[in-house]
């Protein structure tokens, strides 16, 4: 009995052991690939033009963003199922890429149309000697 508590303490031991390790060893590859790749050329011009644009126009700019990082592993797929002449495959993630700019455009118009209607909106001032009243917490009340 004693054998077989000090054999599975051993194997736990050795098992958290190589774990720690691997989790360390991950840790510094994973740092060194991201200083080795830093920001390509494109992403810096991008930011940079980023910086430039109006809020509007920064936020259509970040969307479409996405969207290419949320369509790159569709199209990765696509490409390959297009080299191997898998007709029925390329035409369901067409069907797939299709219905994820359809949605798209429709976060577009959504977005095109609170922008509208915002504009349309006066703003609510309210008059220059008054404060808002903050409302009292139960703890303040009951206290």
Do not use: C, Y
């Not at 004693?2 to 599975?8: A, D, T």
């Not at 790159?72 to 797929?77: E, G, I, L, N, S």
């Not at 069907?95 to 609170?114: D, G, T, Y």
Request: glycine share 2%.
């Amino acid at each position: 009995m004693k054998r077989v508590m000090v054999l599975s303490a051993m194997a736990l031991v050795i098992l958290l052991s190589s774990a720690a390790i691997q989790a360390d060893d991950t840790q510094r590859v994973g740092a060194t690939a991201r200083k080795a790749k830093g920001m390509s050329e494109k992403e810096k011009q991008w930011r940079e033009n980023l910086k430039a644009m109006t809020p509007e126009q920064r936020q259509l700019a970040m969307a479409q963003k996405a969207m290419e990082k949320e369509l790159a592993p569709w199209q990765a797929v696509r490409k390959i199922a297009a080299e191997e002449k898998a007709e029925k495959t390329v035409a369901a993630i067409d069907k797939v890429i299709a219905a994820k700019e359809a949605q798209f455009k429709k976060k577009l118009e959504a977005m095109a149309k609170r922008k509208a209607a915002s504009a349309d909106k006066p703003k609510k001032k309210r008059p220059e000697g008054e404060k808002p009243k903050k409302k009292k917490n139960k703890a303040e009340t009951e206290g």
